[in-house]
């Protein structure tokens, strides 16, 4: 399966963004999809995960509340709604499939796709 991210961009502290992460040459309901971050300097971090379904979603603490995970297997497109939107968001952001299990670890996943940079300004 190969994935594309898009949605990043440039916002102001307390804005939104809506990133999409599309699958292509697999059906995306096969997975589940996990996004990740890496911060400028920082090592990549686990933002959120959900299940094949959707019936399942986990987050990381630092996004709790303000970040939702969400997937729409019709469209083979799992989104990222971030609202309240920190200057620390900064970061490249990742979406990654994993067809045996979920969870927080970047190992267990094993497709990747390129990033899209959010950029939050204070």
């Known amino acids: 399966v190969q994935l594309v991210e898009s949605g990043g961009g440039l916002v102001q502290t307390g804005g939104s963004l809506r990133l999409s992460c599309v699958a292509s040459?697999?059906?995306?309901?096969?997975?589940?999809i996990g996004w990740f971050r890496q911060p400028p300097g920082k090592e990549r971090e686990f933002v959120a995960a959900i299940s094949w379904s959707g019936s399942l979603t986990y987050y990381a603490d630092s996004v709790k509340g303000r970040f939702t995970i969400s997937r729409d297997n019709a469209k083979n497109t799992v989104y990222l709604q971030m609202v309240s939107l920190k200057p620390e968001d900064t970061a490249v952001y990742y979406c990654?499939?994993?067809?045996?299990?979920?969870?927080?670890?970047?190992?267990?996943?094993?497709?990747w796709g390129q990033g899209t940079q959010v950029t939050v300004s204070s």
């Open positions: 040459g697999d059906t995306i309901a096969d997975y589940a």
């Open positions: 990654a499939a994993d067809r045996t299990g979920w969870g927080i670890e970047d190992n267990s996943y094993d497709y």
